[in-house]
């Protein structure tokens, strides 16, 4: 009689004692070690390296051609540059430095940075590369 709505089909609204809320330590916060929130090797930075690998091998052919037009390559030494397998290992090393400057950022948790690296080394390795191809043959001024 008196407890007659206990276990009885209550409506949702009459329900004014909440059911107890079991808190179960299901370890939802795991607060080890964060992992890394990628793969170094994700699909982006492949895409990144594969990038700067470019833009080097870009910047290496047009040094090349700056270089058979008799200019001056500015950044690294006329000897390195006409020894063509020299100069192709030093490109590699920048590429080189390149990843393993991004892996380090990586490693300490600074993805934007080490994002960044690629981009800006691509950016300038691009923008030297098409610079050295702007560099049109010396126009000789010619003076009245
Ligand atoms: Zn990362």
Redesign the pocket.
Known sequence: MGASRVGGQVPAHEASTPAPIIVAPTGKHQNKEQP?????W?KK?DWLFAGVGAARTFDYFSTLNLRRRGDQEVLVTNDVVDNHAAFAVVEAAGTGVSMGT?YL???Y???KL??WTSIVHFGLATTGAVRNYCLKTAHPKTTP
Request: net charge neutral; aromatic share 12%.
């Open positions: 890394p929130p990628h793969h170094f994700d930075n991004s950022f990586h490693r948790g600074h993805h080490e994002r």
